[in-house]
C-alpha cells in the first residue's frame, strides 16, 4: 500500500518547494505498524480512537497545536521520534518523495501536478513492476479531483513527458481518506514534515531538538526526486 501526503509552497513561510511524499508499505506489515502507532496513542491519547484528538499531525506535534497544546517540547519531540522509528531504513517502509523547486519553474501553476507525476514516478519505482500497490492520500478538497484525473492518465498513457513512465504497479483509482482516520496517512505526514524541514528555513530550538531526536534514524528517502534542476 502507498500512502502520501502534500507540502504546498508557501515562499512567505520559507517554504519554496512544493512536496509530495510519503510511504510504501507491504501489506502484510499494515497490521502491526498500526498497532505500534495505536499503542502509542493509548500512552500519549489514553485511547485509540480515530479522531482528530488522537490525531498525529506532525505540524500539530511540532508546534503545539491541538491536542498537543500545552504540551512539553521535550515530549513533543520524543512523539516525533518514536513515529520516525517505525518508518526508517530497517523497517519494511520505503520512502517516496518528489520535491518541486516552484522559484525555478516557469509554470507555477503547474507545481501541484508535476509534483504529483513525479512521486507517482519514484513510487512505481520503489513498488517495482512485480508487485501491485493501491494509492491512498489524504484528502484536500483542492486537489483531490486533479491527482484523480491524472493519475487515470498516468495508468493509461505513462507520466506526462518524453521520458515518463508506466505506472504498472498501481491498481484501481486514487483513494483519500481524512488522516485522522488512517495511522498509516499520519506516518506519511510525519515522514513528509521531516523532508519538508530539510526544504525549508524552519530554524530555532524546536527544529534543533528534532535534528538531534533523529540523528541516529535514517530516514534517507529510497526513490526521490528533485526538479527542475
Same mark, same amino acid.
Request: proline content about 3%.
Given at each position: 500500500?502507498?500512502?502520501?501526503?502534500?507540502?504546498?509552497?508557501?515562499?512567505?513561510?520559507?517554504?519554496?518547494?512544493?512536496?509530495?511524499?510519503?510511504?510504501?508499505?507491504?501489506?502484510?506489515?499494515?497490521?502491526?505498524?498500526?498497532?505500534?502507532?495505536?499503542?502509542?496513542?493509548?500512552?500519549?491519547?489514553?485511547?485509540?480512537?480515530?479522531?482528530?484528538?488522537?490525531?498525529?499531525?506532525?505540524?500539530?506535534?511540532?508546534?503545539?497545536?491541538?491536542?498537543?497544546?500545552?504540551?512539553?517540547?521535550?515530549?513533543?519531540?520524543?512523539?516525533?521520534?518514536?513515529?520516525?522509528?517505525?518508518?526508517?531504513?530497517?523497517?519494511?517502509?520505503?520512502?517516496?518523495?518528489?520535491?518541486?523547486?516552484?522559484?525555478?519553474?516557469? /509554470?507555477?501553476?503547474?507545481?501541484?501536478?508535476? !509534483?504529483?507525476?513525479?512521486?507517482?514516478? %519514484?513510487?512505481? @519505482? &520503489?513498488?517495482?513492476? #512485480?508487485?501491485?500497490?493501491?494509492?491512498?492520500?489524504?484528502?484536500?478538497?483542492?486537489?483531490?479531483?486533479?491527482?484523480?484525473?491524472?493519475?487515470?492518465?498516468?495508468?493509461?498513457?505513462?507520466?506526462?513527458?518524453?521520458?515518463?513512465?508506466?505506472?504498472?504497479?498501481?491498481?484501481?483509482?486514487?483513494?483519500?481518506?481524512?488522516?485522522?482516520?488512517?495511522?498509516?496517512?499520519?506516518? /506519511?505526514?510525519?515522514?513528509?514534515?521531516?523532508? !519538508?524541514?530539510?526544504?525549508?528555513?524552519? %530554524?530555532?530550538? @524546536? &527544529?534543533?531538538?528534532? #535534528?538531534?531526536?533523529?540523528?541516529?534514524?535514517?530516514?534517507?528517502?529510497?526513490?526521490?526526486?528533485?526538479?527542475?534542476?
Amino acid at each position: 500500500m502507498t500512502y502520501f501526503d502534500e507540502v504546498k509552497a508557501i515562499p512567505e513561510n520559507g517554504q519554496k518547494t512544493y512536496l509530495v511524499g510519503g510511504i510504501v508499505v507491504p501489506i502484510s506489515d499494515i497490521q502491526r505498524i498500526e498497532a505500534d502507532v495505536s499503542a502509542l496513542a493509548k500512552e500519549i491519547f489514553d485511547s485509540v480512537a480515530l479522531t482528530p484528538k488522537t490525531e498525529f499531525h506532525a505540524s500539530y506535534i511540532y508546534f503545539g497545536k491541538g491536542p498537543f497544546k500545552g504540551m512539553e517540547p521535550a515530549k513533543r519531540i520524543n512523539i516525533l521520534s518514536k513515529l520516525a522509528a517505525m518508518i526508517e531504513h530497517g523497517t519494511p517502509v520505503k520512502r517516496v518523495y518528489a520535491a518541486i523547486d516552484t522559484e525555478k519553474l516557469k /509554470a507555477q501553476h503547474k507545481a501541484a501536478e508535476f !509534483a504529483f507525476a513525479h512521486f507517482c514516478e %519514484r513510487a512505481q @519505482m &520503489a513498488i517495482g513492476n #512485480k508487485s501491485k500497490s493501491l494509492l491512498i492520500g489524504d484528502l484536500d478538497d483542492q486537489e483531490a479531483k486533479n491527482m484523480i484525473s491524472s493519475f487515470s492518465e498516468y495508468r493509461q498513457s505513462g507520466t506526462p513527458w518524453d521520458y515518463g513512465i508506466e505506472m504498472k504497479g498501481f491498481v484501481d483509482t486514487v483513494h483519500f481518506a481524512r488522516s485522522h482516520h488512517s495511522r498509516m496517512i499520519q506516518l /506519511a505526514d510525519v515522514y513528509l514534515f521531516v523532508v !519538508a524541514g530539510l526544504y525549508s528555513q524552519r %530554524r530555532g530550538f @524546536m &527544529a534543533d531538538e528534532l #535534528k538531534k531526536a533523529l540523528k541516529d534514524k535514517d530516514l534517507h528517502a529510497n526513490n526521490y526526486k528533485d526538479w527542475p534542476k
